[in-house]
């Protein structure tokens, strides 16, 4: 059986999906358009969050399983705020023009800053974000 609490291995797994991930937003952000690089970067981080929640996860399956199953529930919670988030930017990006550009622009804008925070774990007040997200 593996060891899941052995940090040479977690150790050794995480240097080797770091530098996968690495690898990709280097060579995607060398194919991408600049306005595309910031969309790019978000999924890089949100690449390495779930790196990083994978990895305690697997610690504490075996070193703490009640954390492990509140800590799962966040990360779900967690997953599912982002994952709106980034329809919600596509929505945005991808309509057809409705109403003045420079608003539009404005609310793209807005939407992205809050995607980043919750990528960068801020603890933003996130009902007053949803708030905002369906007045977009």
């Known amino acids: 059986m593996q060891q899941h609490n052995d940090d040479n291995k977690l150790a050794s797994d995480f ?3 770091l530098q996968h991930m ?3 937003l280097t060579a995607d952000m060398q194919t991408v358009s ?3 690089r910031p969309f790019v970067i978000i999924t890089a981080k949100k690449t390495l969050m779930n790196v990083l929640v994978e990895k305690m996860l ?3 399956t075996f070193a703490d399983p009640p954390a492990e199953s509140v800590i799962s529930e966040i990360t779900k919670q967690y997953q599912i ?3 709106q988030s980034e329809k919600a930017a596509e929505n945005l990006g991808g309509s057809g023009g409705s109403g003045p550009q420079s608003n539009k622009d404005r609310e793209i804008a807005q939407l992205k800053s809050q995607i980043k925070m919750l990528q960068q774990g801020s603890s933003a007040d996130v ?3 949803r708030k905002q997200m369906r007045e977009l």
């Open 58 to 60: 697997e610690y504490f």
């Open 81 to 83: 705020m982002v994952e």
């Open 22 to 24: 690495m690898d990709k």
């Open 127 to 129: 009902p007053e974000m």
């Open 34 to 36: 600049s306005e595309q």
């Open 15 to 17: 240097d080797e999906q």
